[in-house]
T-cell receptor
Framework: QKEVEQDPGPLSVPEGAIVSLNCTYS??????FMWYRQYSRKGPELLMY????GNKEDGRFTAQVDKSSKYISLFIRDSQPSDSATYLC??????????????FGRGTQLTVWP | DTAVSQTPKYLVTQMGNDKSIKCEQN?????MYWYKQDSKKFLKIMFS???????INETVPNRFSPKSPDKAHLNLHINSLELGDSAVYFC??????????????FGPGTRLTVL
């Protein structure tokens, strides 16, 4: 079992839809959670960063963390065709020799059609 | 200005050859990383260096050898290339690598195809 599980999709939604992307994890040492967006043939870019349970909002994006369930989500409101990309969740532990190392999910490919 | 740059962008080569990928960051970061992304988009860390010192060395064949001439550069040399080495290789950097709030910035990737 991989430490970070993410449904690869693909996910296809119409413009304006609310998108929900999810990851689950098994390692309770993970304390920091990120969402990266990767456009086709580009490098991943950080979208959201959070470390506490609850919600964090940034424009149309909301990151949600539930540490008790080991479950994180990314919501995209009013989705746009420009949101079409692969979304990768990533996590890291709080301390120890592997501090700084990111553990990635497999990525969910999202297409928003006009 | 490109923050993290990699060369070449595309690399097509024959099995058994030796090749290198170069990475440079102009962010003043102390830590640099190499990741491999397979055809299913799974991104996995290979190495990380902090101030030219090897910090993370995942279970990677010893045909892969990272070299950091200074903290702004981290190159990846691959000997005796195999078909399974075909992937996209990403370089990344972060300010320190040890702070919990560190963000990793990724380069554009090098698409390696081994024939």
């Amino acid at each position: 079992q991989k430490e970070v599980e993410q449904d690869p999709g693909p996910l296809s939604v119409p413009e304006g839809a609310i998108v929900s992307l999810n990851c689950t994890y098994s390692n309770s040492a993970f304390q920091y959670f990120m969402w990266y967006r990767q456009y086709s043939r580009k490098g991943p870019e950080l979208l959201m960063y959070t470390y506490s349970s609850g919600n964090k909002e940034d424009g149309r994006f909301t990151a949600q963390v539930d540490k008790s369930s080991k479950y994180i989500s990314l919501f995209i409101r009013d989705s746009q065709p420009s949101d079409s990309a692969t979304y990768l969740c990533a996590m890291k532990i709080a301390r120890g020799s592997t501090l700084g190392r990111l553990y990635f999910g497999r990525g969910t490919q999202l297409t928003v059609w006009p | 200005d490109t923050a993290v740059s990699q060369t070449p962008k595309y690399l097509v080569t024959q099995m058994g050859n030796d090749k290198s990928i170069k990475c440079e960051q102009n962010l003043g970061h102390d830590t640099m990383y190499w990741y491999k992304q397979d055809s299913k988009k799974f991104l996995k860390i290979m190495f990380s260096y902090n101030n030219k010192e090897l910090i993370i060395n995942e279970t990677v064949p010893n045909r892969f050898s990272p070299k950091s001439p200074d903290k702004a550069h981290l190159n990846l040399h691959i000997n005796s290339l195999e078909l399974g080495d075909s992937a996209v290789y990403f370089c990344a950097s972060s300010l320190s690598g040890t702070q919990s709030t560190d963000t990793q910035y990724f380069g554009p990737g090098t698409r390696l195809t081994v024939l």
